[in-house]
């Protein structure tokens, strides 16, 4: 059964950072793209950034990118994410998965950014 177990959120003023860790067991991590993705209230579940499982090619939603970076970790199958000068609109539970989703949600961990 595969496992996603995101970790990291908490409350963090504008212009804070976080880092979100997303442990992943039961399938073969090394070989899939993987992605962070967000749903704030009331919005639909989004993806703001991708890694490729070849080559290490990241991508970024518009509204991250020069904010966010992503890094995976095959050895230790984690994907992370590093977010920087974080504001209100970032404010969201944050998942891991597949690029494209092929498993089911973890948890998520809760992003809230507010002064």
């Keep these: ?4 177990v995101e ?4 409350l963090v003023q504008p212009g804070g950072s976080l880092r979100l ?7 073969t991590f090394s070989r899939s ?3 962070w993705f967000r749903q704030a209230p009331g919005k639909e579940r989004e993806l703001v950034a991708a890694v490729r499982w070849l080559g290490g090619f990241k991508d ?10 992503i890094s995976r970790d095959n050895a230790k199958k984690t994907v992370s994410l590093q977010m920087n000068s974080l504001e209100p609109e970032d404010t969201a539970v944050y998942y ?5 989703p092929r498993y089911d949600w973890g ?3 809760q992003v809230t950014v507010s002064s």
């Design 21 to 27: 860790s997303c442990a992943a067991s039961s399938f």
């Design 7 to 10: 970790s990291g959120g908490g």
């Design 33 to 35: 793209d993987m992605g």
């Design 60 to 69: 970024y939603s518009d509204s991250v990118k020069g904010r966010f970076t």
């Design 96 to 100: 891991c998965n597949s690029n494209p």
């Design 1 to 4: 059964q595969v496992q996603l």
């Design 107 to 109: 948890q998520g961990t």
